[in-house]
């Protein structure tokens, strides 16, 4: 199988109490094949403006199997800057700058691989769909969401997810989207029948995951040095994305999903210990299975 991934790429400015970088790379798209790429690198989409960088170009080339449905315009890539404090499960926007985004219309080259994975970043519901509905035999269509969309484009995105068969979002947008104050009682309300994985991210406190007839519930790996939280969700799902299609997974099971949340969990662990992408990007895949290895002794899997 294969992983198409379709999102953001992006220049970060973020500050937290550890410090402050300016125009790092970022965006959904990149930390999802920064995490993905140990296992699975996958093929990605998305939009950059003139002022992309070539060692930009240089990580892309490094993460992925392909990056031709990377589109350049004329303008400049879309920039966020945000900072946290002491909470650093929650981020304050200070700015953002769509910029080439901001009229994004995904290419999806035709050589691009229309079986396996398809994973529908944060972006406008509207083109997850548009997206979705040319990849109808890809096993696994898997969609992220913000607050902005569940506020905002609350009917685009209901009709979107009548077309995939997972769903990840943090526990606020969960709560947001069910209207429910227990998050337990929102991943009810949120799960669909032809869902067969919702995935629930909490920050510090973990993971739940809403199963077709089980739930899985795993606790984050317990760093003590946390810089930068950005792109741990989507580090997350690229991580899981990558296990299921590395090793091939037709069918979910309990023990499946353990597995693969748990090898996420530890991937994203070494995202939130450095700035950017470098959190994860300066580890080997020794480490990275060192640290697996020993999550699943913490929670005897």
Known sequence: MAIVVVGS????????PAGKKER?????????SNAASFLSK??????????????????LRQKTRSHQGVLIRPGKTFFWSGSYEKDLNEAKTKTTELGVF???QPYIPPKYPKHGFLFLANIDPLIQKQVVVEFPKMRWRFLD????????????????????????????E????????????AMETIYRPHFELLIMKRGSLGVIIRGKNFRVVLP???TTHVVDPTGAGDSFAGAFCSYLDSHHIQ???PSVVKKAASYAAAVASFCVEDFGVEGIAKHTWKEIRQRWLEYRQMVFL
């Not at 790429?9 to 937290?16: G, M, N």
């Not at 996958?42 to 990580?59: L, T």
């Not at 969401?145 to 943090?170: C, P, Q, S």
């Open 251 to 253: 069918k979910l099971t």
């Open 174 to 185: 969960a709560m947001l989207l069910s209207g429910k104050e227990n998050p337990l009682e």
């Open 9 to 16: 790429l992006a220049y970060d400015s973020i500050e937290t």
């Open 220 to 222: 984050a790996y317990p």
């Open 102 to 104: 901001a009229d994004f």
């Open 24 to 32: 790092i790379l970022g965006g959904s798209v990149t930390h999802f």
């Open 42 to 59: 996958p093929y990605i989409v998305g939009v950059v403006g003139q002022d992309f960088r070539e060692e930009s170009w240089d990580f």
């Open 145 to 172: 969401t913000m607050n902005f969309w569940i506020t905002h484009k609350a009917r685009e995105l209901d009709d979107v997810l009548n077309y995939v068969n997972g769903l990840f979002l943090n526990e606020g």
